[in-house]
């Protein structure tokens, strides 16, 4: 394959707005710096209706939402349709609870998302398929992750990364696995969520009929970062991963990321 | 000592479900991970009735309560009670201010806890003695740290853990003391905070009836690690220590730590 | 420039009261404790009367403000002016939203502060001079860094500090410029924010008469520490650039960061 928007972001620095969980907010905007995009987080409702009109993205992370956090991200959300920059969901652990169901079931009906970014769990919970999900992490189940991106995609109209050792991702139509990463990846916290908004950086340079080029550009590119990052380490050394990816979205080139890419058109 | 709960954590990944403060969420989920076990972070009062309920262990770490965070520790607390789960408090700086301590009362008045873990100045502050705390820092003062443990342990019926240079641990009756540790601990934030989130994993593992040799465990492993990480740091290296811990709360074998405890029965 | 303060802090361990954001709470706390400071993170309104009176510093940073955030600083402000410690503003993304505007500027009419710590294009928010500001980043623009540092300082009555290639600290009369750091600063999250604490920290421990010299102290100690720390860096590593800041902040000696200051009396 080859990358159009790694490029881009480093030499536009899109400006990301993150609505994220107060676990990952610093790791994702240490990412997003590393990358080359620049992080803005705020989730008070009084500033939902200009940030999305000077930011280039927003990504809507469910993970610890409280107080007036469901209001935030609605608002933001319809601001950022009108104002016509990608929206990014990840419905951090929605199996979970009846009140994450009905905080993500809102938001997919009163916003437009460009993409859905989740694990097997959280994208089977959506699909309504029966899934053993565990907390907000992955679970394990039966269901084919495959088929269940790709149904969730067609169910809400819009594109689906579903990550695990292979990240799947679909339009409803087409279909696209990114074979690169590494086990350490959900050995650290925020590891998918950062990939939330690593998405929504790329998807805030591209055109909006490339999106799902971009999407799978994104993905790859952040497994491939990982993969790299984890090539020196043992299998323990989870702190230090978490260090040595930060520095791999920083230093890996398009080149370097399309030489190791493995992705397969389904 | 031998070490009964550390593979077992490590092979079933327990839920510790955390309502902890802002300052060491990310720092304390990644311990956990790393551990083996599997964090959940919510303080959102809506969850609270449903978490629980499909977790293994609930931690409440009181270091920057905001907004609804206290009435959600009180449900939580609750709803663990009544599921069965064990649940540790973690009453950073109690002594500093009037609303920690009134908080604190109310959650030792309505939630059965297996475990309190806390710096001297926290335990003294419950322990009512005299004792020179400062802010959420340790402090230090004339109290006999182990009696202080012992006394505050028989006045709420639980098992205490008294973090400091020795680890001192009393259920009112027994008194252990683990002289692990390095001088990096206190250098880093939330070395105590992971630790009580770590002694959680251990008590969601453990049968009630042995609640008191799964806290032993848990601090001896605890401070094994960060011994064993600190070994070949300049006591300057705060950040690499950061990374180091996390690397070695991962990589310790049971064995390991067995051949490294240095536990003492008072 | 001989250091007087340096030593001071790591030798009294003064409590800094952190009001700040989500994003960089464990950073600033880690980057306070390797300096020598001690941390204290509290929002609360409840406890806005005690901590302060106890406190040797008060650090206001806007980054994420939310819920009773604004009210909890003004209550804080007050308090800290009554009680005759140091109140330092971080007006993170002055320029961005009406809101932050709006709430610096309550801020700044309700509380005296020692210092006022922003990047360019906040400073430039603050003189009202045309600037193009960039969400919470520094931005770029034509105005005169030096001059707008001056002109701010003279309107509030305060130090400013304005952090960039060459931090800018005056106090409206007088005028220094530091010129170690290095690239890696703007590519971390927070490193600003931290600066804030650490002026904070050497505030906390200066004489009024001398709160002119202990910024240009903590300006300069943090940029060198940041310069040698980058020292066997590649430009890419980020995240490891994270970890050596902290390990600097604890290692660095006052000689050390004499012999390695490059400071201009303008």
Chains 1, 2, 3 share one sequence.
Request: glycine share 10%; proline share 3%; hydrophobic share 45%.
């Amino acid at each position: 394959m080859q990358f159009k928007y790694l490029n881009l972001i480093r030499e536009t620095n899109p400006l990301v707005h993150c609505i994220t969980n107060i676990v990952v907010a610093n790791y994702t905007a240490n990412g997003l710096l590393a990358l080359g995009a620049s992080p803005l987080m705020s989730a008070n409702v009084a500033e939902m209706d200009e940030i999305p009109a000077f930011s280039q993205a927003l990504l809507l992370n469910i993970g610890t939402l409280n107080g007036t956090d469901a209001e935030a991200m609605l608002a933001a959300g319809k601001r950022a349709n009108q104002a016509g920059i990608p929206v990014v969901l990840d419905p951090v652990g929605v199996g979970a609870t009846s009140y994450r169901k009905n905080v993500v079931n809102r938001l997919l009906s009163e916003v437009r998302f460009a993409l859905i970014r989740g694990n097997a769990g959280e994208i089977a919970a959506l699909a309504e398929r029966d899934w053993q999900a565990k907390g907000v992490d992955a679970g394990s189940g039966a269901a084919d992750m495959r088929e269940a991106a790709k149904f969730v995609a067609q169910k809400y109209g819009c594109i689906v990364a579903l990550s695990g050792e292979t990240d799947w991702i679909s339009d409803g139509a087409r279909l696209v696995g990114v074979h690169n990463g590494t086990p350490l990846f959900p050995r650290i916290t925020g590891s998918g969520c950062l990939l939330g908004a690593v998405c929504a950086a790329f998807l805030g340079v591209a055109d909006k009929r490339d999106y799902f080029a971009a999407c799978v550009e994104a993905c790859t590119f952040y497994a491939a970062a990982g993969e790299t990052a984890a090539e020196t380490l043992l299998p323990t050394q989870t702190g230090t991963f978490s260090t040595a990816l930060l520095d791999q979205l920083a230093a890996m080139t398009a080149q370097q990321a399309e030489e190791k890419a493995r992705v397969s058109d389904e």
